[in-house]
Protein backbone atom coordinates (compact mmCIF):
# COMPACT_ATOMS: atom_id res chain seq x y z
CA UNK A 1 0.00 0.00 0.00
CA UNK A 2 1.34 3.50 -0.93
CA UNK A 3 0.66 5.75 1.85
CA UNK A 4 -1.07 9.61 0.77
CA UNK A 5 -2.52 12.55 1.36
CA UNK A 6 -4.65 14.31 -0.46
CA UNK A 7 -6.80 17.77 0.36
CA UNK A 8 -9.38 19.34 -1.95
CA UNK A 9 -10.64 22.65 -1.14
CA UNK A 10 -10.38 22.38 2.26
CA UNK A 11 -12.67 25.00 4.18
CA UNK A 12 -13.81 24.94 7.70
CA UNK A 13 -16.20 27.67 9.09
CA UNK A 14 -17.23 28.08 12.76
CA UNK A 15 -20.79 29.55 13.84
CA UNK A 16 -23.41 31.01 11.48
CA UNK A 17 -24.65 34.24 10.18
CA UNK A 18 -22.69 37.12 11.03
CA UNK A 19 -20.82 35.46 14.06
CA UNK A 20 -19.21 32.78 11.37
CA UNK A 21 -16.09 32.58 11.34
CA UNK A 22 -13.77 30.86 8.54
CA UNK A 23 -10.36 29.15 10.00
CA UNK A 24 -9.60 27.21 6.49
CA UNK A 25 -10.44 28.80 2.94
CA UNK A 26 -9.93 26.22 0.11
CA UNK A 27 -6.71 24.66 0.83
CA UNK A 28 -5.71 21.78 -1.48
CA UNK A 29 -2.32 19.80 -1.45
CA UNK A 30 -1.02 16.39 -1.67
CA UNK A 31 1.72 14.67 0.38
CA UNK A 32 3.27 11.65 -0.91
CA UNK A 33 4.84 8.22 0.77
CA UNK A 34 7.98 8.91 2.91
CA UNK A 35 7.54 13.04 3.21
CA UNK A 36 7.98 15.07 6.21
CA UNK A 37 5.64 18.06 5.99
CA UNK A 38 5.96 20.85 8.27
CA UNK A 39 3.10 23.30 8.66
CA UNK A 40 3.60 27.16 10.14
CA UNK A 41 1.70 30.16 10.07
CA UNK A 42 0.37 32.62 13.72
CA UNK A 43 -2.01 31.56 15.94
CA UNK A 44 -5.05 31.50 14.22
CA UNK A 45 -3.95 30.88 10.75
CA UNK A 46 -5.78 27.54 10.91
CA UNK A 47 -3.02 24.60 11.37
CA UNK A 48 -4.40 22.91 14.44
CA UNK A 49 -7.73 22.92 12.54
CA UNK A 50 -6.12 21.41 9.14
CA UNK A 51 -4.50 19.05 11.54
CA UNK A 52 -7.56 17.48 13.46
CA UNK A 53 -9.21 17.17 9.31
CA UNK A 54 -6.27 15.10 8.44
CA UNK A 55 -6.84 12.60 11.77
CA UNK A 56 -10.45 12.43 11.11
CA UNK A 57 -11.79 14.38 14.13
CA UNK A 58 -12.56 17.66 12.95
CA UNK A 59 -14.90 17.75 9.80
CA UNK A 60 -14.34 19.75 7.01
CA UNK A 61 -17.31 22.46 5.98
CA UNK A 62 -16.76 22.66 2.47
CA UNK A 63 -13.93 20.25 0.21
CA UNK A 64 -12.52 16.80 1.23
CA UNK A 65 -9.75 14.84 2.12
CA UNK A 66 -8.41 11.50 1.48
CA UNK A 67 -6.09 9.98 3.44
CA UNK A 68 -4.24 6.45 2.60
CA UNK A 69 -2.86 5.15 5.67
CA UNK A 70 -3.26 4.61 9.14
CA UNK A 71 -3.26 8.00 10.91
CA UNK A 72 -1.28 8.57 14.65
CA UNK A 73 -1.72 12.01 16.29
CA UNK A 74 -0.35 14.10 18.92
CA UNK A 75 -2.31 17.25 19.14
CA UNK A 76 -2.07 17.96 22.58
CA UNK A 77 0.73 17.03 24.96
CA UNK A 78 -0.58 14.52 27.40
CA UNK A 79 -3.81 14.07 25.95
CA UNK A 80 -5.60 10.46 26.23
CA UNK A 81 -2.92 10.09 29.31
CA UNK A 82 -4.35 9.02 32.72
CA UNK A 83 -3.09 11.57 35.07
CA UNK A 84 -3.26 9.06 38.29
CA UNK A 85 -1.59 6.03 36.45
CA UNK A 86 2.40 6.28 35.94
CA UNK A 87 3.90 6.33 33.08
CA UNK A 88 4.60 3.09 32.48
CA UNK A 89 1.62 1.67 33.44
CA UNK A 90 0.25 4.50 30.97
CA UNK A 91 2.27 2.32 27.76
CA UNK A 92 1.13 -0.80 29.01
CA UNK A 93 -2.71 0.34 28.78
CA UNK A 94 -2.33 2.35 25.33
CA UNK A 95 -1.22 -1.46 24.27
CA UNK A 96 -3.87 -2.99 25.52
CA UNK A 97 -6.19 -0.35 23.34
CA UNK A 98 -4.38 -1.52 20.36
CA UNK A 99 -5.05 -5.44 20.48
CA UNK A 100 -1.69 -6.31 22.20
CA UNK A 101 -0.95 -8.65 24.98
CA UNK A 102 1.49 -7.85 28.11
CA UNK A 103 3.70 -10.16 26.62
CA UNK A 104 3.81 -8.34 23.41
CA UNK A 105 3.95 -5.21 24.38
CA UNK A 106 6.76 -5.92 27.14
CA UNK A 107 9.86 -5.00 24.37
CA UNK A 108 8.21 -1.85 22.75
CA UNK A 109 7.24 -0.72 26.17
CA UNK A 110 11.03 -1.00 27.13
CA UNK A 111 12.07 0.71 23.58
CA UNK A 112 9.75 3.71 24.08
CA UNK A 113 11.06 4.07 27.84
CA UNK A 114 15.04 3.97 26.92
CA UNK A 115 13.72 6.62 24.40
CA UNK A 116 12.18 9.22 26.54
CA UNK A 117 14.96 9.04 29.34
CA UNK A 118 12.37 9.56 31.69
CA UNK A 119 14.55 7.16 34.74
CA UNK A 120 12.86 6.76 37.87
CA UNK A 121 10.04 9.08 36.88
CA UNK A 122 8.76 6.67 34.71
CA UNK A 123 7.17 4.69 37.56
CA UNK A 124 5.68 7.70 39.05
CA UNK A 125 1.91 9.25 38.42
CA UNK A 126 1.52 11.37 35.09
CA UNK A 127 0.69 14.15 37.32
CA UNK A 128 3.62 14.96 38.61
CA UNK A 129 5.31 15.00 35.13
CA UNK A 130 6.62 18.69 33.96
CA UNK A 131 5.01 19.52 30.20
CA UNK A 132 8.35 18.60 28.68
CA UNK A 133 8.34 14.75 30.35
CA UNK A 134 4.86 14.28 29.13
CA UNK A 135 5.97 15.52 25.39
CA UNK A 136 8.83 12.93 25.45
CA UNK A 137 6.73 10.27 26.61
CA UNK A 138 4.01 10.89 24.07
CA UNK A 139 6.59 11.17 21.42
CA UNK A 140 8.09 7.99 22.34
CA UNK A 141 4.62 6.29 22.13
CA UNK A 142 3.31 7.34 19.00
CA UNK A 143 7.03 6.91 17.59
CA UNK A 144 7.18 3.05 18.10
CA UNK A 145 3.84 1.91 17.69
CA UNK A 146 5.29 1.96 13.53
CA UNK A 147 2.72 5.13 12.28
CA UNK A 148 2.03 4.81 8.81
CA UNK A 149 0.72 8.54 8.73
CA UNK A 150 1.99 10.52 11.69
CA UNK A 151 0.67 13.94 13.19
CA UNK A 152 2.49 16.43 15.49
CA UNK A 153 1.33 19.77 16.88
CA UNK A 154 4.39 21.68 18.92
CA UNK A 155 4.71 18.24 21.10
CA UNK A 156 8.31 18.69 20.35
CA UNK A 157 8.55 22.78 21.03
CA UNK A 158 8.68 21.83 24.57
CA UNK A 159 11.56 19.33 24.43
CA UNK A 160 15.33 19.93 24.92
CA UNK A 161 17.62 20.16 22.49
CA UNK A 162 19.21 16.78 22.87
CA UNK A 163 15.85 15.42 22.93
CA UNK A 164 14.90 17.09 19.23
CA UNK A 165 17.87 15.42 17.97
CA UNK A 166 16.44 12.02 19.30
CA UNK A 167 13.11 12.79 17.63
CA UNK A 168 14.70 14.05 14.28
CA UNK A 169 16.48 11.19 13.96
CA UNK A 170 13.21 8.77 15.03
CA UNK A 171 11.24 10.65 12.11
CA UNK A 172 13.78 10.42 9.78
CA UNK A 173 13.63 6.48 10.27
CA UNK A 174 10.13 6.47 9.82
CA UNK A 175 10.32 8.59 6.42
CA UNK A 176 12.85 6.43 4.96
CA UNK A 177 10.49 3.19 5.64
CA UNK A 178 7.87 5.19 3.64
CA UNK A 179 5.93 6.99 6.21
CA UNK A 180 4.07 10.38 6.18
CA UNK A 181 4.81 12.69 9.21
CA UNK A 182 3.43 16.43 9.31
CA UNK A 183 4.77 18.64 12.01
CA UNK A 184 2.82 21.68 13.21
CA UNK A 185 5.26 24.26 14.93
CA UNK A 186 6.29 28.02 15.82
CA UNK A 187 10.11 26.98 16.37
CA UNK A 188 10.94 27.08 12.67
CA UNK A 189 14.83 26.12 12.94
CA UNK A 190 12.50 22.53 13.55
CA UNK A 191 10.79 22.95 10.60
CA UNK A 192 13.86 23.32 8.87
CA UNK A 193 15.63 20.65 10.23
CA UNK A 194 13.14 18.37 11.06
CA UNK A 195 11.46 18.61 6.74
CA UNK A 196 11.61 18.20 3.47
CA UNK A 197 8.67 20.52 2.84
CA UNK A 198 6.67 22.94 4.44
CA UNK A 199 3.40 24.57 3.99
CA UNK A 200 2.59 28.01 4.93
CA UNK A 201 -0.96 29.08 6.25
CA UNK A 202 -2.22 33.17 6.81
CA UNK A 203 -5.63 33.28 7.64
CA UNK A 204 -6.99 29.80 6.62
CA UNK A 205 -5.60 30.10 3.33
CA UNK A 206 -1.97 28.36 1.99
CA UNK A 207 0.31 31.17 0.82
CA UNK A 208 3.63 28.96 0.17
CA UNK A 209 4.25 25.46 -0.20
CA UNK A 210 7.72 24.46 -0.72
CA UNK A 211 11.55 23.89 0.34
CA UNK A 212 11.41 24.71 3.88
CA UNK A 213 14.10 27.26 4.51
CA UNK A 214 12.96 29.35 1.86
CA UNK A 215 9.33 29.13 3.09
CA UNK A 216 10.11 29.95 6.48
CA UNK A 217 12.60 32.80 5.37
CA UNK A 218 9.27 34.36 3.83
CA UNK A 219 7.25 33.60 6.72
CA UNK A 220 10.28 35.11 9.36
CA UNK A 221 10.12 38.58 7.09
CA UNK A 222 6.29 38.89 7.33
CA UNK A 223 6.74 38.28 11.17
CA UNK A 224 9.51 41.39 11.34
CA UNK A 225 7.36 43.45 8.93
CA UNK A 226 4.38 42.85 11.15
CA UNK A 227 6.44 43.47 14.56
CA UNK A 228 8.44 46.37 13.21
CA UNK A 229 5.06 48.22 12.29
CA UNK A 230 3.72 47.48 16.10
CA UNK A 231 7.03 48.44 17.66
CA UNK A 232 6.77 51.87 15.44
CA UNK A 233 3.00 52.44 16.20
CA UNK A 234 3.43 51.73 20.02
CA UNK A 235 7.12 53.48 20.53
CA UNK A 236 6.21 56.57 17.84
CA UNK A 237 7.26 56.49 14.25
CA UNK A 238 9.50 59.83 14.55
CA UNK A 239 12.26 59.79 16.86
CA UNK A 240 12.70 62.10 19.49
CA UNK A 241 15.32 65.26 18.85
CA UNK A 242 16.75 68.05 21.21
CA UNK A 243 19.11 70.75 20.90
CA UNK A 244 20.65 73.44 22.77
CA UNK A 245 21.74 75.69 20.08
CA UNK A 246 20.15 75.65 16.34
CA UNK A 247 23.44 75.79 15.00
CA UNK A 248 24.55 72.73 15.95
CA UNK A 249 21.80 69.25 15.76
CA UNK A 250 21.43 65.91 14.39
CA UNK A 251 19.54 65.80 11.53
CA UNK A 252 19.92 62.42 10.91
CA UNK A 253 19.52 59.22 12.91
CA UNK A 254 19.43 55.80 11.40
CA UNK A 255 19.01 52.33 12.58
CA UNK A 256 20.50 49.01 9.77
CA UNK A 257 20.91 45.60 9.91
CA UNK A 258 24.69 45.43 9.79
CA UNK A 259 24.72 42.64 6.98
CA UNK A 260 22.26 43.43 4.85
CA UNK A 261 22.41 47.71 5.28
CA UNK A 262 18.55 47.32 4.94
CA UNK A 263 16.94 49.94 7.60
CA UNK A 264 15.54 48.01 10.43
CA UNK A 265 13.47 48.87 13.80
CA UNK A 266 13.60 44.96 14.82
CA UNK A 267 16.91 43.09 15.23
CA UNK A 268 18.12 39.49 16.32
CA UNK A 269 20.20 38.91 19.14
CA UNK A 270 22.57 36.73 16.58
CA UNK A 271 22.59 39.69 13.87
CA UNK A 272 24.64 43.22 14.11
CA UNK A 273 23.49 46.94 13.97
CA UNK A 274 24.66 49.64 12.28
CA UNK A 275 23.82 53.40 12.98
CA UNK A 276 24.50 55.92 10.83
CA UNK A 277 23.59 59.77 12.12
CA UNK A 278 24.25 63.28 10.11
CA UNK A 279 25.37 65.97 12.21
CA UNK A 280 24.77 69.93 11.52
CA UNK A 281 27.57 71.63 13.21
CA UNK A 282 27.46 75.39 11.90
CA UNK A 283 29.79 77.28 14.90
CA UNK A 284 33.28 76.04 16.33
CA UNK A 285 33.18 73.78 19.65
CA UNK A 286 35.46 73.67 22.41
CA UNK A 287 36.51 69.96 23.12
CA UNK A 288 33.70 68.34 20.72
CA UNK A 289 33.16 64.17 21.66
CA UNK A 290 30.05 62.24 20.51
CA UNK A 291 28.47 59.98 22.44
CA UNK A 292 26.36 56.49 21.78
CA UNK A 293 24.54 54.68 24.27
CA UNK A 294 21.39 52.42 24.68
CA UNK A 295 19.17 52.27 27.49
CA UNK A 296 16.71 49.31 27.80
CA UNK A 297 12.90 50.36 28.31
CA UNK A 298 12.76 50.69 32.48
CA UNK A 299 16.07 52.85 31.93
CA UNK A 300 19.14 50.74 32.82
CA UNK A 301 22.29 51.63 30.47
CA UNK A 302 23.64 48.95 28.68
CA UNK A 303 25.78 50.12 26.20
CA UNK A 304 28.11 53.38 25.98
CA UNK A 305 30.90 54.58 23.77
CA UNK A 306 32.24 58.34 24.06
CA UNK A 307 35.17 59.61 21.54
CA UNK A 308 36.58 62.61 20.44
CA UNK A 309 35.28 64.12 16.82
CA UNK A 310 37.35 67.39 15.29
CA UNK A 311 34.29 68.96 13.48
CA UNK A 312 36.56 71.07 11.10
CA UNK A 313 33.34 70.84 8.80
CA UNK A 314 29.44 72.09 9.05
CA UNK A 315 28.44 68.44 8.26
CA UNK A 316 29.80 64.90 9.50
CA UNK A 317 28.72 61.62 9.41
CA UNK A 318 29.00 59.30 12.32
CA UNK A 319 28.83 55.68 11.94
CA UNK A 320 28.93 53.11 14.60
CA UNK A 321 28.28 49.56 14.59
CA UNK A 322 27.88 46.74 17.47
CA UNK A 323 27.98 43.36 15.52
CA UNK A 324 26.03 41.17 17.19
CA UNK A 325 23.74 43.08 19.43
CA UNK A 326 24.83 40.90 22.98
CA UNK A 327 21.29 42.49 24.24
CA UNK A 328 18.41 40.22 25.44
CA UNK A 329 15.14 40.83 23.68
CA UNK A 330 13.32 43.78 24.68
CA UNK A 331 12.67 47.53 23.92
CA UNK A 332 15.64 49.63 23.43
CA UNK A 333 16.42 53.15 23.11
CA UNK A 334 19.84 54.48 21.34
CA UNK A 335 21.00 57.97 22.10
CA UNK A 336 23.79 59.75 19.94
CA UNK A 337 24.70 63.08 22.14
CA UNK A 338 27.18 65.68 20.95
CA UNK A 339 29.25 67.27 23.96
CA UNK A 340 31.06 70.49 24.04
CA UNK A 341 33.44 70.48 27.21
CA UNK A 342 31.86 67.40 28.59
CA UNK A 343 27.97 68.32 28.77
CA UNK A 344 25.87 67.72 25.75
CA UNK A 345 23.78 70.42 23.62
CA UNK A 346 22.55 68.22 21.12
CA UNK A 347 21.22 64.88 20.90
CA UNK A 348 19.21 62.65 18.78
CA UNK A 349 17.09 59.29 19.93
CA UNK A 350 16.05 56.09 17.91
CA UNK A 351 13.37 52.94 19.54
CA UNK A 352 14.49 49.87 18.87
CA UNK A 353 13.35 45.91 19.50
CA UNK A 354 15.50 42.70 20.22
CA UNK A 355 14.22 39.11 20.13
CA UNK A 356 15.55 36.19 19.69
CA UNK A 357 14.85 33.50 16.94
CA UNK A 358 17.51 31.02 19.01
CA UNK A 359 16.97 29.76 22.47
CA UNK A 360 18.13 31.99 25.36
CA UNK A 361 18.77 29.45 28.35
CA UNK A 362 18.74 30.99 31.72
CA UNK A 363 17.51 34.33 33.17
CA UNK A 364 17.37 37.75 32.05
CA UNK A 365 21.02 39.26 31.96
CA UNK A 366 21.31 43.01 31.36
CA UNK A 367 24.82 42.65 29.60
CA UNK A 368 26.79 46.03 29.69
CA UNK A 369 28.72 46.13 26.12
CA UNK A 370 31.02 48.27 24.32
CA UNK A 371 29.98 49.82 21.27
CA UNK A 372 32.60 50.43 18.31
CA UNK A 373 32.29 53.71 16.61
CA UNK A 374 33.82 56.10 13.86
CA UNK A 375 33.22 59.83 12.82
CA UNK A 376 33.85 61.12 9.56
CA UNK A 377 33.95 64.14 8.01
CA UNK A 378 31.52 64.37 4.95
CA UNK A 379 31.88 68.16 3.67
CA UNK A 380 35.32 70.75 4.10
CA UNK A 381 33.86 74.26 4.37
CA UNK A 382 34.69 75.47 7.73
CA UNK A 383 32.72 77.10 10.47
Not at 240 to 248: E, G, I, L, R
Request: glycine share 10%; charged share 25%; with cysteine.
Amino acid sequence: MTFRIEARTLSKVYGEGKAAQRVLDRVSFAIGEGERVGIIGANGAGKSTLLGILAGIVTPSEGEVEVVGTVHAALTVGLGMREDLTGRENLYVDAEMRGASRPEAEPVVEKMIEFSELGAFIDRPMRTYSTGMKSRLSFASLVFVNPEILLIDETLSVGDRWFAGKALRAIEDLCRRGRIVILVSHSLGSIVSMCSRCLWLNSGRLVEDGDPSRVTEAYRRQIVACEEAMAIGDLGGENSVWCADKAVRVDHLELRDAASGAPCRIFDTDTGLRVTAQLCIEKRLADPEFRFFIERADGLRVGESRAPVHFGARGSTVEATLAPLALRPGIYRLDLEVLSKGGPIARRSQVFKVTASTEMIGGSPALRMPIYAHARRVTEVDA
